[in-house]
């Protein structure tokens, strides 16, 4: 069997619209794209962002017959491209339409194609757990991509893992802060430190946290939790290394938190950063912390570093 997949091209202000054309139409699926290479971070609790321009994909089984489609009933399920596409520019005129015809094929296998061994340093990699590891005598930080956020793919996130390829951690406490899939914490442990405080708002992250660092064996070595049964459990917690890749204004709202948690000289660092936002992260955390380090990464991400300064 094939499937009918068309692809719209909207502003902002027409998502919702034909999104909902789409699936009174009868999609199986309906998938929204960046159509502009426009940068969008994680979105804080509540909120959910979207791109200027957007690609509205919706996917159809196919089917042979044309089917009639009444522009004031939407329950019938026309599967025709040019009848569909007909019928969602009647109600918004502007948007450009494509279709194509795609084979079946196992969609989870699919999926997983896309990943591949990442390396983050000289013996240090991150492996999609279905593949065998580039270099088995190599640190190799073993992931379910597919839990939470943080698959080492993006940008910040391969900007905090490459820091912590090259810091010291031996030994080191060390406080994963939005700790997503728990890909920086399980890497610091895999990469020497004997604990972690690894913590996130959205329990499906502290899920993701705690299955990874079980694929790796470091479950032994890790705390999960939300930020407030950090502060309840550990009122006292001062780590060696503090790592954190979320977003500027919570970045900036936790600096007197993490001049808390950080020991005299503890090292420091932050992503999820655009370039436009490094000048005021570093403000900041000037009174507690000395950022003197930057790195950038597809040109616009940027992950900032440095060490807290003595008390």
């Known amino acids: 069997m094939r499937w009918l997949q068309i692809r719209f091209e909207v502003t902002k202000d027409e ?15 309906v998938i929204l794209d960046d159509a502009a290479d426009q940068p969008l971070l994680e979105p804080l609790p509540g909120e959910t962002p979207i791109w200027d321009q957007v690609i509205v994909t919706g996917l159809f089984n196919e089917v042979v017959d044309s089917l009639h489609i009444d522009l004031e009933h939407t329950h019938s399920e026309p ?16 948007v450009r339409a494509f279709y194509e015809y795609l084979e079946e ?3 989870e296998r699919s999926w997983m194609d896309h990943y591949e061994p990442i390396q983050c340093g000289e013996n240090f990699w991150i492996v999609p757990e279905w593949l065998t590891p580039p270099d088995p005598n190599a640190v190799n930080l073993i992931l379910d991509p597919g839990l939470a956020f943080g698959t080492g793919n993006h940008a910040s996130t391969f900007l905090c893992l490459q820091w912590l390829g090259k810091t010291d951690l031996k030994d080191k406490v060390v406080i994963d802060y939005g700790c997503g899939s728990g890909i920086l914490g399980v890497a610091a442990l895999l990469l020497g430190a004997k604990q972690v405080y690894a913590t996130d ?36 917690l001062q780590s060696d290394v503090i790592v954190a890749n979320i977003l500027a204004k ?35 955390y000037a009174p507690w912390f000395d950022l003197n380090e930057q790195e950038f990464r597809e040109e616009n991400w940027c992950r900032l570093s440095g060490h807290r300064i003595n008390k």
């Open 105 to 107: 094929q196992v969609w």
């Open 250 to 284: 919570p970045l900036m709202e936790l600096a007197p938190v993490f001049a808390e948690y950080s020991l005299p000289n503890g090292k420091i660092a932050l992503a999820g950063l655009i370039e436009e936002q490094v000048e005021g992260i570093r403000e900041a």
């Open 79 to 94: 599967t025709d491209p040019e009848q569909i596409i007909a019928f969602v520019q009647a109600q918004a005129p502007t």
């Open 15 to 29: 998502v919702q619209l034909v999104e909902t054309l789409l699936e009174s139409l009868g999609a199986v699926s």
């Open 201 to 236: 708002i959205d329990p499906q992250a502290l899920l993701a946290t705690r299955q990874n660092a079980a694929i790796n064996g470091t479950e032994s070595h890790i705390w999960v939790g939300l930020p407030e049964e950090l502060n309840k459990q550990f009122p006292n």
